[in-house]
């Protein structure tokens, strides 16, 4: 059975997984002023740190269309899929699930072929990570249940843990969640943040940056047992490089895979976060 995997653009997947699993990506938009621009189609997440960092004004987005899933899918099974998997950002953080779900209704309809949908009730490598286990499943020419089961059974296995700059972006993005909590006590104190079932909530607070990034190390070794490790960032990749290698000798046997937190993320975490997500094996 050829299953193929749908996702959106904030699952930031390294381009070289997408293509090599032939997962298709409906992009969001970020929106600066009066320009609307699809993510990873017409900005990178590079081009947008440095056009955050020149912006005077904090950038929007908007989700996609139903027409966009409903391209999506058809151009799936135009392709030869037999069904589809629809995997999400959480239906907490955005209303995309909802339009990918109105697309899937009709869509499955005119083909007679089944669409099912997931909220992944995660957001950037936590999504990431559910896309790729489905994805790595789907190839191996497994059926619509198997692949399910996979993607299902990993999103209880994956823990996104971040460390911000400022909670000021998710405040003014409308997307600061249970961390909100934090705010008012941040004076010289670094915020770490995660996700928790499927929005943003409060994980840490310390001093320094320096011991904020001791306390995702921390968080990481913790995590011994992990699959995988991916770790993103927001345009400091050397910080994000010699991260990777400060923990690498407590993970042996764990595949690392690294990546950038993409604009639709980025506008609600700002420049400079770096995020971790453990993936347990299922």
Known sequence: MTVRIVTDSTCDLPRELVERYGII?????????????LDGVDIDAEQFYRRLA????????????????????????????????SI??????????NAARIAAAEVAAEAGRQIELLDSKNVSLGLGAVVLAAAER????????????????TIDAVHVVCVVDTLEYLQRGGRIGRARSMLGTLLNVKPLIHVEDG????????RTRARALERLAEFVREHRGASRLFVACAGNDGETEAFIERVRPDL?????????IGPI??????????????????
């Open 54 to 85: 020149a912006s005077k004004v904090l950038p929007r987005t908007s989700q996609p269309s139903v027409e966009q899933f409903a391209a999506a899918y058809r151009q799936a099974f135009q392709a030869g899929a037999d069904a589809v998997l």
């Open 265 to 282: 993320v980025g506008v609600y975490t700002g420049p400079n976060t770096l995020g971790v997500c453990p993936v347990m094996p299922v």
């Open 88 to 97: 999400h950002i959480s239906s907490k953080l955005s209303g995309t699930l």
């Open 25 to 37: 990506v409906v992009p969001l938009t970020v929106i600066f002023g009066e320009e609307a621009l």
């Open 138 to 153: 789907a190839v191996t020419g497994a059926d619509l249940a198997s692949v399910l089961a996979v993607a299902t059974a």
């Open 199 to 206: 929005e943003v909530a409060p994980f840490d607070r310390v």
């Open 252 to 260: 042996p046997g764990t595949e690392i895979i690294r990546g950038h």
